[in-house]
């Protein structure tokens, strides 16, 4: 078992430009979460899904998109890219409401 | 609403106990965590407690849960230089997102 993969480790962007990170699970989990980590500020919840094909808002969803249209892919889009979105992005996985299982991060910035 | 709060920074020495402190608002929370991040990596899933429990011991870890004044306490034993590390503590409630809600991190130094 891999675990819980993130695609890219690195990005630089520039404002206004798109991207998508992929996250990866082959743990069969159901449930799947997007974090992004800013210093001081611990770790806080982008948007989430509990299950294929269905996603939800989280504490701080404003400018990011969702995806997942496979049970172990979970994508994160940024339309238009803001030096605010500079963070490092964690996902992670579950199979119930509990352990929630963490990727390496990818580590974004936005010039 | 829910907000979770921890200390930012504890200093020990090698082979001291370390105690990092967790205080939280929310009192359905179902399970409550610990993650230790190292530089540069994820988030390592160190021990939890289920909420209806007062301490769980695990090797050289002891969570000590006080619900009635929402605080949780992760005490390392014997700390080492391998310990240094950021510790989270998280917690989650009842229904069906799973979603967690963690601490700012507590950065733990340990001087040789």
């Known amino acids: 078992n891999a675990g819980v993969t993130q695609t890219p480790k690195f990005r630089v962007l520039k404002t206004g430009q798109s991207m998508t990170l992929l996250c990866a699970q082959d743990?069969?989990?159901?449930?799947m979460y997007w974090y992004r980590q800013d210093p001081g500020m611990g770790l806080r919840l982008i948007h989430y899904?509990?299950?294929?094909?269905?996603?939800a808002k989280g504490e701080v969803p404003d400018g990011y998109n969702v995806s997942r249209l496979k049970k172990q892919n979970f994508l994160l889009g940024l339309e238009s890219a803001a030096p605010s979105q500079t963070s490092v992005y964690f996902c992670a996985s579950n199979l119930r409401a509990d352990t929630q299982y963490f990727g390496p991060g990818t580590r974004l910035t936005v010039l | 609403g829910e907000d979770v709060e921890q200390s930012l920074f504890l200093s020990v020495r090698e082979g001291d106990s370390s105690v990092i402190n967790c205080t939280y608002t929310?009192?359905?929370?179902?399970?409550l965590y610990w993650y230790k991040q190292e530089p540069g990596a994820g988030l390592q899933l160190l021990t939890y407690i289920f909420s209806n429990m007062d301490m769980k011991q695990d090797q050289r870890l002891t969570v000590l849960l006080n619900k009635k004044d929402k605080h949780l306490s992760l005490r390392i034993a014997d700390t080492q230089t391998g310990d240094s590390a950021i510790y989270f503590c998280?917690?989650?409630?009842?229904?069906?997102?799973?979603?967690?809600?963690f601490g700012q991190g507590t950065t733990l130094q340990v001087k040789p």
């Open positions: 899904s509990v299950g294929e094909g269905t996603t």
């Open positions: 743990m069969n989990h159901e449930y």
């Open positions: 929310d009192s359905s929370s179902t399970y």
């Open positions: 998280a917690e989650s409630f009842s229904g069906n997102t799973g979603k967690l809600i």
